[in-house]
T-cell receptor, first 111, second 117 residues
């Protein structure tokens, strides 16, 4: 089971780009990387998922280097509403393998 | 996208009573659902994996007789906290996976805030 390591917290000013990096040194060949966002008293919400290189959607980009031992979630021009906890998970999509949460990164966006 | 609905969103119960939390996949079938518990400012801790038509698989340290899980249909899993005590007060979250392999995406319910008084 691939373990993930993220910074505990980050602060950013509104309008800046935020990059949150996650380490997953033991990622397996069949594992993919998924990021979730969680607001207080709500369930996590899917942000983005990728296997290698770069993935982009309407809310974020995910950068995965060739060795896949880390990944970086990039949030462009954050706003106050992006203040939340961001979790990086790795797994192969079978059973609960991809659903063990690490500590997450608490992002605080400052006006 | 797929929707997972959890009910109730919050509940207060007296110590010693039991509380049932429902988790429904609204527009897809989920043979497997997952139950988590989350304490304030902590991460989600997987409690058990709920399997449709069979017994749930509990994580180490989670009492199966305390947290009863039933997954009687492909769209409904329930978690019953039996003989609740104040230390069971927590935020309980369920999730279900849609798709398979690289296309699997876990959808989470909105969570249930349980307060035992």
């Amino acid at each position: 089971l691939a373990k993930t390591t993220q910074p505990i917290s980050m602060d950013s000013y509104e309008g800046q780009e935020v990059n949150i990096t996650c380490s997953h040194n033991n990622i397996a060949t069949n594992d993919y990387i998924t990021w979730y966002q969680q607001f207080p008293s709500q369930g996590p919400r899917f942000i983005i998922q990728g296997y290698k290189t770069k993935v982009t959607n309407e809310v974020a980009s995910l950068f995965i280097p060739a060795d896949r031992k880390s990944s970086t979630l990039s949030l462009p021009r954050v706003s106050l509403s992006d203040t939340a906890v961001y979790y990086c998970l790795v797994g192969d999509g079978t059973g609960a393998n991809n659903l063990f949460f690490g500590t997450g990164t608490r992002l605080t966006v400052i006006p | 996208g797929a929707v997972v609905s959890q009910h109730p969103s919050r509940v207060i119960c007296k110590s010693g009573t039991s509380v049932k939390i429902e988790c429904r996949s609204l527009d897809f079938q989920a043979t497997t659902m997952f139950w988590y518990r989350q304490f304030p400012k902590k991460s989600l801790m997987l409690m058990a994996t709920s399997n449709e038509g069979s017994k749930a698989t509990y994580e180490q340290g989670v009492e199966k007789d305390k947290f009863l899980i039933n997954h009687a249909s492909l769209t409904l899993s329930t978690l019953t906290v039996t003989s609740a005590h104040p230390e069971d007060s927590s935020f309980y979250i369920c999730s279900a996976g849609a798709g398979s392999g690289l296309n699997t995406e876990a959808f989470f319910g909105q969570g249930t805030r349980l307060t035992v008084v």
